[in-house]
């Protein structure tokens, strides 16, 4: 299946109208973009140039400067480990190499199977109760790798 093929092209051209206007309107349509569709598909691109009227090279520029913005569609299941300080000097490097072994992927990459996408972040303002992760959209703190797989076998089953 081609990927870049498989996107709302109506959704998304929605968005782009509907915020055109708005002060940072790039950043903010790239943002409603990937909170609909999971992902920031690269052959939106050429689609919020024109409806800004910025030429594809800008808006390519600014989807791949900030590593938040996803290229591909995530997995359907997102873990994302704090690599902050606080949380490495809690535990969390040893943690990360557990769940990279259990989701059988590395940061910033999607299983095979397109059951899990694991992502690095650099702070979940859970410092106090490190090490962080989340879970679909579930913070968790003070994290242990057998937490880890419980927490992981609840959300995947709850899914």
């Not at 782009?16 to 409603?32: E, F, N, W």
């Not at 989701?103 to 303002?125: E, I, M, P, R």
Request: charged share 20%; proline share 6%; hydrophobic share 40%.
């Amino acid at each position: 299946m081609d990927i870049s093929q498989n996107w709302d092209r109506p959704a998304v051209e929605a968005i782009a109208v509907s915020l055109k206007d708005k002060p940072g309107a790039l950043m903010l349509i790239l943002r409603r973009v990937q909170d609909a569709l999971g992902w920031v598909p690269p052959d939106s691109v050429p689609m919020i140039a024109r409806v800004l009227n910025l030429s594809r090279a800008e808006v390519h520029g600014v989807v791949t400067f900030y590593h938040d913005f996803r290229h591909a569609p995530p997995g359907k299941n997102i873990v994302k480990v704090c690599r902050a300080e606080s949380c490495q000097a809690m535990g969390a490097v040893a943690l990360a190499e557990h769940i990279k072994q259990r989701l059988n992927c590395d940061f910033g990459q999607t299983s095979s199977d397109g059951t899990f996408t694991l992502d690095a972040v650099y702070c979940l303002g859970n410092c106090a109760c490190s090490p962080a992760v989340v879970v679909n959209g579930k913070l968790l703190g003070r994290v242990t790798p057998n937490r880890f797989d419980e927490v992981l076998s609840e959300s995947v089953a709850n899914r």
